[in-house]
């Protein structure tokens, strides 16, 4: 029996030593293949691809993984999914998305952007997704919108958070607000997270939301507080601690504060661009009324010409829109300016010193140019495309936006304003201007040839006029009667200011920019003018010259 045991013990010691490199070699192969899963890179085409299967299961990892793979399409390929648009093309499997146009769809491939042209319904199988892949893809979204490298896409889902907070969004919103590096955007997360907060149950997360959005500016902060205030029909409030009432309530006084503070920034700025293009439309009409005493009531066609020139640049460059207008303000300029030499040279020059015979036949080649535009573009109004670069606005904060079209016309206007007055001040077109202004005579007999300056003037006066409409083309549409629109403005601004003085038709501009954004709210649009109308005649019964009157023996005269 002895001899039997130890016969056996020697036995499984052999088996066990000959298997024993078998089993190393076998753990081995096992780390091999560990490491070669743990080195396999994630690949993201594969993974849309695999969206197309029935597991709901598999569907939901590849989502994950095309959330988590920072992919610059992950978004591009989530958001067509969420929306029921994502199929597959039965034939060659293809992912595409599918916009259904009529019986058709037309579809894009998802990855290469590629657009394939329309199928059938029939030739395409849509991948579909169950309430909790839709749960899943909210959540995914909203990530990776809040970390998306653009910053519009970013205030977008922090803005869209507020409007419709759920707790499920504090995870992504915490750890998005620790990268953000733009404050603008930052504080529309922590006003986001702090109206989720304000909804909780728990009194020290209801406190800590109050306190989060309360000296925030912005439009949904004054809506979380109001909730937090609200009252049942005796009066009593519904919020049942103390802190958050009074916390509640020193908010909204700081809201309210804010508020007024940024609707007079925003009454300003809107008041200095409507100034701005008053100044533009303006001052030429300041050129041309100061040196000729002519009263011009074609000038605002000239600015119709002008935004009719910008909209014939942009159907001229249809593929260059975004360099369109650096084409068209000289061009603007041009046009205009060989229109008002070509009238005074043809009508004017005859009615020197008869100032309501010139009110007469301008106002008779107003009519005429509103025919022939009827006549060559109809008389319906053509929109004119505004470039990338000016369009949207600056989101200063929640409560303030500044668009860039108006930014961009108060520069534009200050601009051709200090142009203006350098041609004046230092060329020496300009000193023959002024002396033909101050005393056209002595002007004469120093040999200065005083009609070509009128028309060379009036050119001037009228292609500042079409840049003007450049800028206003930007504002709205295009149309016969867009200068009918400016041309009481202006004449109201040259008045006020002081015929013929430029500084003073900037004032003048400017003060009844911002006097009738203050007044509208108040009394109305029709009636703001009005009354503005009604304090210049009593102003200029006072002083008759305008705010700034021109000094010489001419003018005086």
Same mark, same amino acid.
């Given at each position: 029996?002895? *001899?039997?045991?130890?016969?056996?013990?020697?036995?499984?010691?052999?088996?066990?030593?000959?298997?024993?490199?078998?089993?190393?070699?076998?753990?081995?192969?096992?780390?091999?293949?560990?490491?070669?899963?743990?080195?396999?890179?994630?690949?993201?085409?594969?993974?849309?691809?695999?969206?197309?299967?029935?597991? $709901?299961?598999?569907?939901?990892?590849?989502?994950?993984?095309?959330?988590?793979?920072?992919?610059?399409?992950?978004?591009?390929?989530?958001?067509?999914?969420?929306?029921?648009?994502?199929?597959?093309? /039965?034939?060659?499997?293809?992912?595409?998305?599918?916009?259904?146009?009529?019986?058709?769809?037309?579809?894009?491939?998802?990855?290469?952007?590629?657009?394939?042209?329309?199928?059938?319904?029939?030739?395409?199988?849509?991948?579909?997704?169950?309430?909790?892949?839709?749960?899943?893809?909210?959540?995914?979204?909203?990530?990776?919108?809040?970390?998306?490298?653009?910053?519009?896409?970013?205030?977008?889902?922090?803005?869209?958070?507020?409007?419709? @907070?759920?707790?499920?969004?504090?995870?992504?919103?915490?750890?998005?607000?620790? /990268?953000?590096?733009?404050?603008?955007? /930052?504080?529309?997360?922590?006003?986001?997270?702090?109206?989720? *907060?304000?909804?909780?149950?728990?009194?020290?997360?209801?406190?800590?939301?109050?306190?989060? %959005?309360?000296?925030? @500016?912005?439009?949904?902060?004054?809506?979380?507080?109001?909730?937090?205030?609200?009252?049942?029909?005796?009066?009593?409030?519904?919020?049942?601690?103390? $802190? %958050?009432?009074?916390?509640? #309530?020193?908010?909204?006084?700081?809201? #309210?504060?804010?508020?007024?503070?940024?609707?007079?920034? #925003?009454?300003?700025?809107?008041?200095?661009?409507?100034?701005?293009?008053?100044?533009?439309?303006?001052?030429?009409?300041?050129?041309?009324?100061?040196?000729?005493?002519?009263?011009?009531?074609?000038?605002?066609?000239?600015?119709?010409?002008?935004?009719?020139?910008?909209?014939?640049? !942009?159907?001229?460059?249809?593929?260059?829109?975004?360099?369109?207008?650096?084409?068209?303000? @000289?061009?603007?300029?041009?046009?205009?300016?060989?229109?008002?030499?070509?009238?005074?040279?043809?009508? %004017?020059? $005859?009615?020197?010193?008869?100032?309501?015979?010139?009110?007469?036949?301008?106002?008779?080649?107003?009519?005429?140019?509103? !025919?022939?535009?009827?006549?060559?573009?109809?008389?319906?109004?053509?929109?004119?495309?505004?470039?990338? *670069?000016?369009?949207?606005? *600056?989101?200063?904060?929640?409560?303030?936006?500044?668009?860039?079209?108006?930014?961009?016309?108060?520069?534009?206007?200050?601009?051709?304003?200090?142009?203006?007055?350098?041609?004046?001040?230092?060329?020496?077109?300009?000193?023959?201007?002024?002396?033909?202004?101050?005393?056209? @005579?002595?002007?004469?007999?120093?040999?200065?040839?005083?009609?070509?300056?009128?028309?060379?003037?009036?050119?001037?006066?009228?292609?500042?006029?079409?840049?003007?409409?450049?800028?206003?083309?930007?504002?709205?549409?295009?149309?016969?009667?867009?200068?009918?629109?400016?041309?009481?403005?202006?004449?109201?601004?040259?008045?006020?200011?002081?015929?013929?003085?430029?500084?003073?038709?900037?004032?003048?501009?400017?003060?009844?920019?911002?006097?009738?954004?203050?007044?509208?709210?108040?009394?109305?649009?029709?009636?703001?003018?009005?009354?503005?109308?009604?304090?210049?005649?009593?102003?200029?019964?006072?002083?008759?010259?305008?705010?700034?009157?021109?000094?010489?023996?001419?003018?005086?005269?």
């Amino acid at each position: 029996m002895r *001899w039997l045991l130890l016969l056996l013990t020697k036995g499984f010691l052999c088996v066990w030593l000959a298997a024993l490199p078998m089993l190393s070699q076998a753990e081995d192969a096992d780390s091999n293949e560990g490491d070669s899963a743990a080195e396999e890179v994630f690949n993201f085409d594969e993974a849309v691809k695999g969206l197309d299967t029935k597991s $709901y299961k598999v569907k939901g990892k590849k989502i994950q993984g095309i959330a988590l793979s920072g992919h610059e399409k992950a978004l591009d390929v989530l958001m067509p999914l969420s929306e029921g648009n994502l199929f597959a093309v /039965k034939e060659t499997g293809v992912i595409v998305e599918g916009i259904k146009e009529d019986s058709l769809y037309t579809v894009t491939d998802i990855l290469s952007g590629e657009k394939i042209g329309q199928l059938k319904k029939k030739a395409l199988r849509k991948i579909r997704i169950n309430n909790k892949l839709r749960r899943q893809l909210r959540g995914l979204m909203a990530m990776l919108e809040l970390t998306h490298p653009d910053d519009a896409v970013r205030l977008a889902a922090a803005d869209n958070i507020i409007k419709s @907070p759920t707790e499920s969004m504090l995870p992504f919103l915490a750890q998005a607000i620790e /990268k953000e590096e733009v404050s603008a955007i /930052k504080d529309s997360m922590i006003i986001a997270q702090g109206i989720i *907060w304000t909804t909780s149950d728990v009194t020290e997360t209801r406190f800590k939301g109050v306190e989060a %959005i309360g000296a925030h @500016p912005h439009q949904a902060v004054k809506g979380a507080l109001l909730r937090v205030l609200q009252k049942d029909e005796e009066g009593n409030y519904l919020e049942p601690n103390a $802190y %958050i009432i009074e916390a509640a #309530e020193k908010g909204l006084l700081e809201y #309210e504060r804010q508020e007024n503070v940024y609707k007079l920034i #925003e009454n300003l700025f809107f008041g200095l661009s409507a100034g701005s293009v008053l100044l533009l439309a303006a001052v030429g009409l300041a050129i041309t009324f100061g040196v000729m005493g002519v009263i011009n009531m074609a000038h605002g066609e000239m600015i119709m010409l002008g935004a009719y020139t910008t909209f014939v640049v !942009q159907q001229l460059m249809p593929n260059s829109i975004e360099y369109s207008l650096f084409v068209a303000i @000289p061009a603007a300029f041009i046009v205009s300016g060989l229109f008002g030499i070509a009238i005074e040279r043809g009508v %004017i020059r $005859y009615l020197y010193g008869r100032p309501l015979e010139t009110l007469l036949a301008t106002f008779g080649i107003s009519l005429i140019l509103q !025919q022939l535009v009827r006549s060559i573009f109809s008389p319906l109004n053509r929109a004119v495309i505004t470039p990338e *670069w000016m369009s949207g606005s *600056w989101h200063v904060n929640g409560m303030l936006s500044l668009t860039y079209n108006r930014i961009y016309i108060v520069i534009f206007s200050v601009m051709v304003f200090v142009g203006l007055i350098l041609l004046l001040k230092r060329t020496h077109f300009g000193l023959q201007m002024r002396a033909v202004t101050l005393n056209r @005579p002595m002007a004469s007999s120093m040999g200065i040839r005083t009609g070509w300056v009128d028309a060379l003037t009036f050119g001037l006066g009228s292609g500042i006029a079409g840049i003007a409409g450049v800028a206003i083309s930007q504002l709205t549409n295009v149309g016969p009667n867009l200068g009918q629109s400016y041309i009481i403005d202006s004449f109201m601004v040259v008045v006020f200011g002081g015929v013929g003085n430029l500084f003073g038709t900037l004032f003048g501009a400017m003060s009844l920019g911002i006097i009738n954004k203050f007044a509208e709210p108040w009394t109305g649009a029709v009636l703001a003018k009005i009354l503005i109308l009604v304090a210049i005649i009593l102003f200029i019964q006072r002083r008759p010259r305008g705010m700034f009157a021109l000094k010489g023996r001419f003018v005086e005269a």
